[in-house]
């Protein structure tokens, strides 16, 4: 019986998978001949890309708060899932060039600044920002589509996910307090996960109270996942398996600032709170998975 579980599980993620990775080739698929090499690393800044947490996630909480019945608005929640997509893979090549990060590689292939010089990673980057905001514009119901925007305008600017960066950035050779170093990743992480939850309890029309939990349950997943980077990292000393999106900020980290062991369970007790959140709704062994899968990288 758990082998079945098991196996229904990890076929619907493969298939969701999949119906995200179409939908953004679609949307990476440019008709007209101009400006063929901005495409063409356009294209490469998102396929093949990572493990499609921010959608997948998105897409996973509109099923379990629509009951995994075939609803109305999936291909709304789709297109939502690819336009955060896109917003991420633009804040990747952002963040790898020589001015901000500094990143050679990416998922074991040159950084596209490397590969297309930084005029033109700069310039795809802003397109796939730009072609978010299109893709998002499209919802079928336009109050939710001018929210949705909204919300994704609210995840990106100042006080989210780049405003995040400019923290990152002015902290790299400071001695870091632990508060940073969460606003950090509250930002620059946690935003876009955040605004995925914002936008499934949109399109599902979630009472407030759900929609509160789901951006906790979010976030903590986003913050959850950072510090097992650090442990992971402190812990194997470089060992081979780290995801490659996650670019140490500074000198300090979890583990530094926390120590090894309490840095683990504070982990460890934030997984159990997000597993507890999503307790009183049926339906909800898809989003419990993902907290057993980020629980399994813990040493």
Not at 71 to 83: E, I, N, T
Not at 248 to 263: C, E, H
Request: hydrophobic share 40%; proline share 3%.
């Amino acid at each position: 019986m758990k082998r079945e579980y098991a196996l229904l599980l990890q076929k619907y993620f493969e298939t969701r998978f999949e119906l995200i990775d179409q939908e953004l080739k679609n949307a990476l698929t440019f008709e007209d001949k101009y400006a063929t090499e901005l495409k063409k690393a356009i294209y490469e800044a998102v396929i093949p890309g990572g493990k499609r947490w921010r959608p997948l996630l998105l897409l996973s909480m509109f099923e379990m708060l629509t009951g995994f019945k075939k609803h109305r608005a999936f291909p709304d929640a789709l297109k939502s899932s690819v336009a955060i997509e896109l917003l991420h893979n633009g804040a990747i090549v952002h963040d790898d060039l020589p001015s901000v990060m500094n990143r050679t590689k990416r998922r074991g292939q040159p950084a596209l600044h490397i590969k297309y010089g930084n005029a033109i990673a700069i310039l795809a980057a802003d397109a796939l920002y730009s072609l978010a905001y299109e893709i998002i514009s499209e919802l079928k119901n336009p109050e939710q589509s001018l929210e949705a925007i909204h919300i994704l305008s609210n995840a990106t600017k100042s006080y989210g996910m780049i405003g995040g960066q400019v923290v990152a950035l002015s902290s790299r050779h400071k001695v870091m307090k632990i508060n940073t170093l969460n606003y950090i990743d509250m930002k620059k992480v946690g935003s876009l996960l955040q605004a995925a939850a914002d936008i499934a309890c949109l399109l599902s029309s979630a009472d407030e109270e759900t929609h509160q939990v789901m951006r906790a349950y979010a976030l903590n997943l986003g913050i959850a996942y950072q510090m097992i980077e650090d442990i992971e990292a402190d812990y194997s000393r470089g060992s081979e398996g780290l995801d490659e999106e996650y670019v140490p900020v500074s000198k300090a980290s979890y583990t530094a600032l926390l120590g090894f062991d309490k840095a683990r369970k504070t982990v460890e007790n934030m997984l159990a709170d997000s597993a507890k959140m999503l307790k009183p709704y049926p339906n909800n062994s898809v989003l419990l998975e993902f907290v057993t899968m980020i629980k399994e990288r813990l040493p």
